[in-house]
């Protein structure tokens, strides 16, 4: 008889709760302009876990940074590469 494990939201929901605690630099900057409906009227989610079965016994969830669910598009963040983008919207986009 196969063995299978389900999901545990209980420890899924206690990470959502401490990333959403600690945001980076990068997903603060962005939450400020997403959150209230201001980009088109979209909802996005911040911290949302996506759930899937990554094989007959093994189930997985990885954490979006942002996700609008009338769309169904995930975004997640390098922070670095956020910095690096936020310096160059700031300068002018120069070299």
Same mark, same amino acid.
């Given at each position: !008889?196969?063995? $299978?494990?389900?999901?545990?939201?209980?420890?899924? $929901? #206690? /990470?959502?709760?401490?990333?959403?605690? #600690?945001? $980076?630099?990068?997903?603060?900057?962005?939450w400020?302009? @997403?959150k209230g409906r201001k980009l088109n009227g979209?909802?996005?989610?911040?911290? /949302?876990?996506i759930l899937y079965q990554g094989n007959l016994i093994r189930h997985n969830y990885f954490i979006a940074?942002?996700?609008v669910f009338k769309?169904? @598009?995930? @975004?997640s963040l390098m922070a670095q590469f !956020?910095?690096?983008v936020l310096i160059m919207t700031h300068s002018? !986009?120069? #070299?």
């Open positions: !008889m196969s063995q $299978t494990r389900k999901f545990d939201f209980k420890k899924i $929901t #206690n /990470h959502v709760r401490e990333f959403r605690k #600690n945001p $980076t630099d990068s997903e603060r900057l962005l400020k302009e @997403l979209y909802k996005f989610l911040r911290q /949302h876990p940074d942002f996700f769309r169904r @598009l995930s @975004l !956020m910095k690096k002018g !986009m120069r #070299n």
